[in-house]
């Protein structure tokens, strides 16, 4: 029972430009979404969340859109820099329960210079 | 102030032997939850805890795995009698609080991971 995917499991996209990620999910619970960065041998870090009764949240050149009668988010960050060459997860979370985090499987970006 | 820490980074271990990882959590912390990310897989839920106690192991197999946070000390993840399809990174993390009653997300910080290899 896959609650959440990204389908795309690695992107590459030139320096300066937009990088997309994507992330469908199924579970009307959610209230919560995050994205969370990760590096080779590192834990995850969190990068930005939003709320369900938002369809936008920006924070810096990072920022994620919501639409939730499609159930599906956006991860959009421009420009691009090398820097974010990372593992990106989707990350819903049902604050009404126990606040556990349903991971996607991930989309690689790598920015290319 | 020292994010979640976790040791071993890296552990070996033949089939049949036993695994234990451990986590401490941020200071103030004290509610902690385990994932596990197989090969080519995102991380997948197993256990939350509070101090002293198992709120929600759901994602945890039924057999061989246990979990603890002792009132004193970090909490303990232990796989008994280890087979090759343990072999994944386990990840801890911890928040300050949370709840069912609580409307707001608490932000999890994660710890950077035990590699777990059964040969």
């Known amino acids: 029972d896959q609650q959440v995917k990204q389908n795309s499991p690695s992107l590459s996209v030139q320096e300066g430009r937009i990088s997309i990620l994507n992330c469908d999910y199924t579970?009307?619970?959610?209230?919560?979404f995050l994205w969370y960065k990760k590096y080779p041998a590192e834990g995850p870090t969190f990068l930005i969340s939003?709320?369900?009764?938002?369809d936008k949240n920006e924070d810096g050149r990072f920022t994620v859109f919501l639409n939730k009668s499609a159930k599906h988010l956006s991860l959009h960050i421009v420009p691009s820099q090398p820097g974010d060459s990372a593992v990106y997860f989707c990350a819903p979370v049902n604050s009404g329960g126990y606040q556990k985090v349903t991971f996607g499987t991930g989309t690689k970006l790598q920015v290319i210079p | 102030n020292a994010g979640v820490m976790q040791n071993p980074r890296h552990l070996v271990r033949r089939r049949g032997q036993e695994a234990r990882l451990r986590c401490s959590p941020m200071?103030?912390?004290?509610?902690v939850y385990w994932y596990r990310q197989l090969p080519e897989e995102g991380l997948k839920f197993m256990v939350y805890?509070?101090?002293?106690?198992?709120?929600?192991e759901s994602g945890m197999p039924k057999e061989r795995f246990s979990a603890e946070f002792p009132k004193e000390g970090p909490s303990i993840l232990r796989i008994q009698q280890v087979v090759r399809g343990d072999s994944a990174a386990y990840f801890c993390?911890?928040?300050?609080?949370?709840?069912?009653?609580?409307?707001?997300?608490?932000?999890?910080?994660f710890g950077p991971g035990t590699r777990l290899t059964v040969l």
């Open positions: 939003i709320s369900s009764i938002k």
């Open positions: 579970n009307s619970m959610f209230d919560y």
């Open positions: 993390a911890s928040s300050p609080a949370s709840g069912r009653k609580t409307s707001s997300y608490n932000e999890q910080f």
């Open positions: 200071k103030g912390h004290s509610h």
């Open positions: 805890l509070q101090k002293e106690n198992i709120i929600d």
